[in-house]
């Protein structure tokens, strides 16, 4: 049974939908502009783990629309804190990655 209703969950998931595409754009751009300076491996992880990245957000965001329903309010709560959370660290990735330079 599919049923999508956009609670906080719901949000949470199309937050993480949006989030993953940007993050993956965000990075691959700065990984372009600043790798002038690294060496190849690290190029190479950096673009591994920026797709694991966007991949997992991308399943979560969908799991979370699908079945976002199913959750109690704490759930909920507890789902929108880590959403925050979630944001809040790929954004200090991102910015800390603007600050980088070898």
């Given at each position: 049974?599919?049923?999508?209703?956009?609670?906080?969950?719901?949000?949470s998931?199309?937050?993480y939908?949006?989030?993953?595409l940007?993050?993956?754009?965000?990075?691959?751009?700065?990984?372009n502009?600043?790798?002038?300076?690294?060496?190849?491996?690290?190029i190479?992880?950096e673009?591994?783990?920026?797709?694991?990245?966007?991949t997992?957000?991308l399943?979560?965001?969908?799991?979370?629309?699908?079945?976002?329903?199913r959750?109690?309010?704490?759930?909920?709560?507890?789902q929108?804190?880590?959403?925050?959370?979630?944001?809040?660290i790929?954004v200090?990735?991102?910015?800390?990655l603007l600050?980088?330079t070898k």
């Amino acid at each position: 049974m599919i049923n999508v209703n956009f609670n906080l969950v719901g949000l949470s998931g199309l937050a993480y939908l949006i989030w993953s595409l940007i993050y993956l754009a965000l990075k691959v751009t700065l990984i372009n502009r600043k790798s002038r300076n690294w060496s190849h491996f690290s190029i190479i992880v950096e673009i591994f783990l920026s797709v694991l990245a966007t991949t997992m957000l991308l399943f979560v965001g969908t799991i979370l629309i699908t079945y976002g329903w199913r959750f109690d309010p704490m759930m909920q709560l507890g789902q929108l804190f880590q959403t925050i959370l979630v944001i809040y660290i790929s954004v200090k990735d991102i910015l800390m990655l603007l600050g980088r330079t070898k």
